[in-house]
């Protein structure tokens, strides 16, 4: 039966736009989270010049050919001076722009328009950083002309300690492209000869880094009877439990592995929201870094800036750009397992 009652439909159906007045909560709910685990771990760094420049140096390799006859005249030099390597910069911009209305009209959850995009555009730069420091992008000279600076990535900085990849290599100021191996399954053999690997060129790596889909894999495959581990377990203190109960504490139903320990190192593993995949050979894969964090920095010609720009009507513009650029100390302190398919299970 249909009602003759002045009811909630009816007001809302008043032209134009109703009269019931809206309800909205003045509070913007943001899913995106902003951790930037390279950025974090990696030391800081300031530059004076779009090329950023370091050296490297090792010892030489133990040998037993080191005897001399007593009483002998020295002959030979066994001085080194090492190599000098580098990066390029690159500049990365977001442009704001906002009208006079926009900013002053009673907007949802924010005061001032171009404040909150503001905010929100630093996030999103921060994170195209991020997301570039651990890519397999090689370093580009800018030419003032119409080639841009690009920073080498990670990626692209290994030389050594490369598992299933080939060092694109420096040479000439530039780090090239690697070349990452046939897409493959995470295995723990490749982890345990990667820390191998950095330790016998004198790191010690202690962060695991990748995707968030290869982080889990691995964790999930350390569960299973193949891992070569130590039975996993979680304990609950005695103190914890009382005629049954447990203090109101609860107990932690633990589902995830957060370290592995090798021969080695202890590497703990750490998922990165904003590390990209890329294509090799049509499938989207992923680099798993094991991080040295000692020998690993981001550096800036200039940080985060914020310029107004010239007024050209009713509305208000900012550029906003950083000048940065990756360093490897020495990338013999760690190493990197290329073309890992986050959609395979980890293997042994």
């Known amino acids: 039966m249909a009602s003759t009652n002045l009811d909630a439909a009816d007001l809302a159906g008043v032209d134009y736009e ?29 530059s004076k010049n779009q090329y950023k420049s370091w050296t490297q140096d090792s010892l030489e390799a133990p040998a037993l050919a080191n ?45 001032d328009e171009l404040v909150y995009q503001l905010m929100q555009r630093q996030k ?46 420096f040479s000439n100021g530039i780090y090239s492209t690697p070349t990452p191996g046939a897409a493959t399954a995470l295995t723990e053999t490749a982890i345990r000869d990667g820390s191998e690997m950095a330790y016998n060129e004198g790191g010690n790596p202690s962060i695991l ?19 070569r581990i130590a039975a996993l377990q979680q304990n609950v203190s005695p ?43 049509g499938t989207p894969c992923a680099n798993v870094y094991g991080f040295d964090p000692g020998y690993w920095a981001v550096s800036y010609l200039q940080g ?6 010239a007024k050209t009507g009713l509305a ?5 750009s950083v000048d940065y650029c990756n360093i490897a100390k020495n990338e013999k302190s760690s190493f990197v397992i290329m073309g890992v398919n986050p959609a395979l299970a980890a293997a042994e």
């Open 18 to 46: 109703g009269l019931i007045n809206e309800d909205v909560m003045q509070t913007i709910f943001e899913i995106d989270p902003v951790d930037l685990p390279y950025q974090d771990m990696a030391g800081r760094e300031t």
């Open 67 to 111: 005897a001399v006859v007593d009483g002998a005249d020295v002959t030979g030099n066994d001085t080194s001076t090492g190599r000098r390597v580098g990066n390029h910069h690159q500049e990365s911009t977001k442009i704001v722009q906002v009208s006079h209305r926009a900013r002053n009209v009673d907007t949802i959850g924010r005061s």
């Open 124 to 169: 999103e730069l921060k994170k195209r950083l991020e997301a570039t420091f651990l890519s397999n992008q090689a370093s580009v000279e800018d030419d003032g002309n119409t080639t841009a600076g690009m920073t080498a990535g990670c990626g692209a900085m290994f030389e050594t300690n490369i598992i299933n990849g080939t060092a694109g290599g």
């Open 209 to 227: 880094m990748s995707v968030p889909k290869v982080i889990r894999k691995l964790s999930e495959y350390m569960f299973g009877g193949s891992a």
């Open 239 to 281: 103190s914890q439990v009382r005629e049954g109960s447990y203090d109101n504490q609860g107990v932690s139903a633990v589902g995830a592995v957060l370290t592995i320990v090798t021969d080695f190192h202890t590497l703990e593993f750490t998922p990165n929201r904003s590390q990209l995949t890329y294509d090799n050979g």
């Open 304 to 309: 985060i800036e914020t310029h107004p720009l």
């Open 316 to 320: 208000d513009k900012r550029l906003m």
